[in-house]
């Protein structure tokens, strides 16, 4: 699986916009880009994933470029619960026996500032 | 609909004592994983099950560690005896396990904290 680079911390005002970079330069035409995220004292709870289009659900938006080396992961109205570590994991979809893995890296902690 | 279950959620032993952590998966979920994350990491995968078998277990300690999945329901993470590094949060996950499907989403349970002294 691709290999991803986050940037450890990113502050964001409450009510803004929050944009999560992820890089995964290495990404194969096979290979999804998922998003967790990890409240402090619980599991990683799951945000959204895509292929190449970009993605909306209630939760976030995910726009990943053309050329799909990169992606951003958007909170449009971030508030103080979305203090969280984000996590950007890149894997193939449905790879048989061990398929549906995760592998997770450090992620980006995320505070929201009020 | 009830989430992952897991118990308990903070334990404290001393080096080469025994532990072991229960994992109650959501109901009709096939795949089963347990996680270590230890603290300023993100969660390692130990071991995967879909149903009662081991699907994949390549990153689990086997000289220290085990795991089992009776029935194909609630599972059983184990650590005899324990050493200081194994002192982390070992997480539970479950998800549909439905193959073929572009992603089967993993709801993870919140965790057992143990402390090895």
Redesign the interface.
């Given at each position: 699986d691709a290999k991803t680079t986050q940037p450890p911390s990113m502050d964001c005002a409450e009510g803004r916009a929050a944009n999560l970079p992820c890089n995964h330069s290495t990404i194969s035409g096979n290979e999804y880009v998922y998003w967790y995220r990890q409240i402090h004292s619980q599991g990683p709870q799951y945000i959204i994933h895509g292929l190449k289009n970009n993605e909306t659900n209630e939760m976030a938006s995910l726009i990943i470029t053309e050329d799909r080396k990169s992606s951003t992961l958007i909170l449009p109205h971030a508030t103080l619960r979305d203090t969280a570590v984000y996590y950007c994991i890149v894997r193939v979809a449905y790879s048989g026996a061990g398929s549906y893995q995760l592998t997770f890296g450090k992620g980006t902690k995320l505070s929201v500032i009020p | 609909e009830a989430g992952?279950a897991q118990s308990p959620r903070y334990k404290i032993i001393e080096k080469r004592q025994s532990v072991a952590f229960w994992c109650n998966p959501i109901s009709g979920h096939a795949?089963l994983?347990w996680y270590q994350q230890i603290l300023?990491?993100?969660?390692?995968?130990l071991i995967?099950f879909?149903n009662n078998g081991v699907?994949?277990d390549s990153q689990l300690p086997k000289d220290r560690f085990s795991a089992e999945r009776l029935k194909g329901v609630d599972s059983t993470l184990k650590i005899q005896p324990a050493k200081l590094e194994d002192s982390a949060v070992y997480?539970c996950?479950s998800?549909l396990?439905r193959?073929?499907?572009?992603?089967?989403?993993?709801?993870?349970?919140?965790?057992t904290r143990l402390t090895v002294l």
């Open positions: - | 992952v795949t994983y300023g990491q993100g969660p390692k995968l995967q879909q699907v994949d997480l996950a998800s396990g193959g073929g499907a572009s992603y089967n989403e993993q709801f993870f349970g919140p965790g």
